[in-house]
């Protein structure tokens, strides 16, 4: 295959994206949001919202860009299918689920308003704001890149908790992969979700979890059958397995010892079948990863548990190795979130409603992914004072976007003049808008 056939590919590949997004995603105002997501990609870090309206891609005035996220359809469990199978049927697959922060502290009158966390550059890492919580289950290409693809992004509703919609997610994505018999998808997460009750729901899917533990956590082992039958209720816990008394810990089933670009000497030590205290219902493989041991003072180690899927493709191979690059793979899910909110300006706007910030949410996403779709073809085209880079960030591929853009039009239909509308009605009152408290949750029970 040549150059120009395989550029020509990637076009094809955009367009049909974009079309199938405008035809079958959206549906209320499907025009200005198509022309709305065109003037998002190419546009770049926005002050303001309306300021997209600016941009020549969006036809339209500015009222209108307004409009199509008040009023318009995002039709979201289509977008769920439709993004999970733009993901690779072969091999093995990571996914990251992560969470992150739309600050809206002033806003009072919009409802289901949170105490959320909120990291910010401070000494001590972050915060706590008031504003609205997401959940993004994001498809990762590569580990030590800036691309995460998010292939559902939910807000999280003050009556449930993070866990809750992140087993919602992952059930949802094995649902619409599970007609892929040659691939394996796995999915990271931090230590936020590393309990029982976010594991035991999604015990006999198609998908493999990965998430942290604790460092002071205690395990026990499956009982050992009894020579003889004995009376009484059978025995619930085997071998005690503490995390922080290397002499609980016994003979590892996989020990593994390699040498990574990025991470130094790697030792991992995998035991399985092991399972929480009061979580006996619960079986997991823990998995020990002890990195940079080169150093003279090498980082601590980390925990990680392995919830395997019902069923393994066949000539895929899960060793303790594929479990650590599960969660390596969730880093990318940082700097994604972080490029969405400074140069697609995800929580930039002041909307008067949550569910437009959902459909901007969804907006946000399907731009990550177009730049995503331009990388192959696009060319580096670095500021004075920037370096050419050779694996293009998504900012790069922003700058260089509009070049690509300039060789086909926008599947949205051309804007028609609608008169000047009447405004207000004069002598009309303006009734005040009910304000709202602000939910402080109850820690769940794990």
């Given at each position: ?30 025009d200005?949001l ?17 300021l ?12 209108s ?22 993901v690779?049927?072969?091999?093995i ?15 009072q ?39 995460s693809?998010?292939?559902n992004v ?9 866990g ?20 394996l ?15 035991r729901?999604?015990q006999?899917?198609?998908?493999g ?9 205690v ?14 209720r ?13 002499a609980?810990?016994?003979e590892?089933?996989e ?15 995998r035991?399985n079948?092991?399972?929480g ?10 998995v ?47 700097p994604g ?32 992914w ?9 060319q ?24 690509i ?19 207000w ?22």
């Amino acid at each position: 295959m040549n150059k120009k056939q395989s550029t020509q590919e990637n076009l094809n590949r955009i367009i049909e994206f974009r079309q199938a997004i405008h035809v079958h995603g959206f549906g209320k105002q499907r025009d200005a949001l198509s022309e709305a997501l065109d003037a998002l990609c190419l546009t770049g870090a926005i002050s303001s919202f309306p300021l997209l309206s600016l941009s020549k891609n969006f036809r339209r005035r500015w009222h209108s860009l307004y409009k199509a996220l008040e009023r318009g359809e995002v039709k979201v469990d289509w977008l769920r299918d439709y993004l999970a199978q733009q993901v690779p049927r072969r091999g093995i697959q990571f996914f990251s689920l992560d969470g992150t922060a739309w600050p809206r502290p002033r806003a009072q009158t919009m409802d289901d308003r949170q105490y959320v966390y909120h990291p910010t550059p401070a000494v001590n890492g972050g915060s706590v704001c008031i504003g609205y919580p997401y959940s993004l289950l994001d498809w990762v290409p590569e580990a030590h890149r800036s691309w995460s693809l998010s292939v559902n992004v939910q807000r999280i509703p003050g009556d449930k908790t993070a866990g809750e919609v992140g087993v919602a997610q992952i059930k949802a994505l094995d649902e619409s992969r599970a007609g892929f018999s040659e691939v394996l998808d796995i999915v990271a997460a931090d230590g936020h979700y590393g309990h029982a009750g976010f594991l035991r729901p999604l015990q006999g899917l198609h998908t493999g979890i990965v998430v942290r533990l604790r460092q002071d956590r205690v395990l026990y082992r499956a009982p050992v059958p009894p020579e003889k039958p004995a009376r009484g209720r059978p025995r619930v816990h085997g071998e005690r397995f503490a995390f922080k008394e290397p002499a609980t810990w016994g003979e590892p089933d996989e020990h593994l010892t390699l040498e990574h670009p990025k991470f130094g000497r790697v030792t991992l030590e995998r035991w399985n079948h092991l399972h929480g205290k009061r979580d006996a219902d619960v079986s997991f493989d823990v998995v020990r990863a002890s990195i940079h041991l080169e150093r003279e003072k090498p980082p601590r180690p980390i925990w990680l548990a392995w919830l395997a899927p019902a069923h393994i493709p066949e000539g895929i191979t899960v060793s303790a190795e594929t479990i650590w690059q599960g969660y390596t793979h969730r880093w990318p899910v940082e700097p994604g979130i972080r490029f969405r909110k400074q140069r697609l300006g995800w929580t930039t706007p002041r909307f008067q409603h949550k569910e437009t910030g959902d459909r901007w949410s969804w907006l946000v996403a399907l731009a990550f992914w177009l730049l995503f779709l331009a990388r192959p073809i696009v060319q580096d085209h670095p500021l004075p004072w920037q370096k050419p880079q050779q694996h293009l960030t998504p900012q790069r591929v922003q700058q260089s976007l509009p070049l690509i853009f300039a060789q086909f039009g926008s599947p949205a239909r051309a804007p028609k003049q609608r008169g000047k509308p009447p405004g207000w009605t004069k002598g009309k009152r303006r009734t005040p808008k009910q304000r709202f408290k602000v939910l402080k949750k109850q820690p769940a029970a794990t």
